[in-house]
């Protein structure tokens, strides 16, 4: 098992950046597959980057070339850079794991079994 802890998030202007963080419990982080995932209001969950446990990384469309996900495995820590932000970014983020250390990433919410509480992205035109 493994709990996921977001930070980062706030509020910033669009064209501007942020860096979230998500910090992993447990001594087999290298074995999972992490996601970052977005929801805004009245919207469903969606993909916004995935990586695999040996880094291969795959992006929605909306967010190529803006945002960059990456993982520190000393570290228990899997990061996304969001350059160029813009309104239509402005979600609640959620880091997600699953146990899996093949070459396969994921795109699917229910693909997931561990969740972040999630953290508040505001991007203001």
Do not use: E, I
């Given at each position: 098992q493994v709990q996921l802890v977001e930070s980062g998030g706030g509020l910033v202007q669009a064209?501007?950046?942020?860096?979230?963080?998500?910090?992993?419990?447990?001594?087999?982080?290298?074995?999972?597959?992490?996601?970052?995932?977005?929801?805004?209001?009245?919207?469903q969950r969606e993909l916004v980057a995935a990586i695999t446990s040996g880094g291969s990384t795959h992006y929605?469309?909306?967010?190529?070339?803006?945002?960059t996900i990456s993982r520190d495995n000393a570290k228990?820590?899997?990061?996304l850079q969001m350059n160029s932000l813009k309104p239509e970014d402005t979600a609640v983020y959620?880091?997600?794991?699953?146990?899996?250390?093949?070459?396969?990433?994921?795109?699917a919410p229910?693909?997931?079994?561990y969740w972040g509480q999630g953290t508040q992205v505001t991007v203001s035109s």
């Open positions: 064209g501007g950046s942020l860096r979230l963080s998500c910090a992993a419990s447990g001594r087999t982080f290298s074995s999972y597959a992490m996601g970052w995932f977005r929801q805004a209001p009245g919207k929605a469309d909306s967010v190529k070339g803006r945002f228990n820590t899997v990061y959620y880091c997600a794991a699953k146990y899996y250390s093949g070459t396969y990433y994921y795109t229910y693909q997931y079994a």
